[in-house]
């Protein structure tokens, strides 16, 4: 079976940092562009970041640059977010998706809280 | 950026009849537009891509069409666990984007 699970979330102090995994079975990980989406409480879908392997290619919205950093490992079939000097706006569940074009597969989120 | 803006924002529709739902592009992104579901508590679920092409094990009661900048999605006879909030994406350009969503709520 197809699946992405995504951990770390929890409540962090504005400022703070949060580093999220998510860990993907069931496909070749390598071989799939993998996303960060978020949905802050209430509200629509924003695509955060993506990591492409082949060519490697990173890409964030603006409103993260600088801030959040995507990794991944896939000899360990995962991806990572590591997230800095968070701020109350980044308050959301925090899903992985895979694919490069339209999200096929979604992991069921993990939720960070920002707030003092 | 690409705007993706979708109306109406609420649609209340009985069980069995057809609903419509529409996503307008601010520029044209061919057919590279997708449609998810989303229950509450749930993650989204990819309903249809490049506009028309339903993915693995959507039913057919769910189509898509349109191009360029007008897409509609339409699903013929509602069930109840059609009932849901659904988005659409472009992937035409980056940033990927996504409308605002219009939630289907039983009349």
């Known amino acids: 079976e197809v699946q992405l699970v995504e951990s770390g979330g929890g409540l962090v102090q504005p400022g703070g940092s949060l580093r999220l995994s998510c860990e993907a079975s069931g496909f070749t990980f390598g071989d799939y562009t993998m996303n960060w989406v978020r949905q802050a409480p209430g509200k629509g879908l924003e695509w955060v970041s993506y990591?492409?392997?082949?060519?490697?290619?990173?890409y964030y919205t603006d409103s993260v640059k600088g801030r959040f950093t995507i990794s991944r490992d896939n000899a360990k079939n995962s991806l990572y977010l590591q997230m800095n000097s968070l701020k109350a706006d980044d308050t959301a569940i925090y899903y992985c998706a895979r694919n490069y074009l339209y999200l096929d597969v979604w992991g069921k989120g993990t939720t960070v809280t920002v707030s003092s | 950026e690409i705007v993706m803006t979708q109306s109406p924002a609420t649609l209340s529709v009985s069980p069995g009849e057809r609903a419509t739902l529409s996503c307008r592009a601010s520029?044209?992104?061919?057919?590279?537009l997708a449609w998810y579901q989303q229950k509450p508590g749930q993650a989204p679920r990819l309903l249809i891509y490049g506009a028309s092409t339903r993915a693995t094990g959507i039913p057919a009661r769910f189509s898509g069409s349109g191009s360029g900048t007008e897409f509609t999605l339409t699903i013929s006879s509602l069930q109840s666990e059609d009932f849901a909030v659904y988005y659409c994406q472009q992937y035409n350009n980056w940033p990927r984007t996504f409308g605002q969503g219009t939630k289907v709520e039983i009349k």
């Open positions: 990591f492409d392997s082949s060519p490697p290619t990173i």
């Open positions: 520029q044209s992104v061919s057919t590279n």
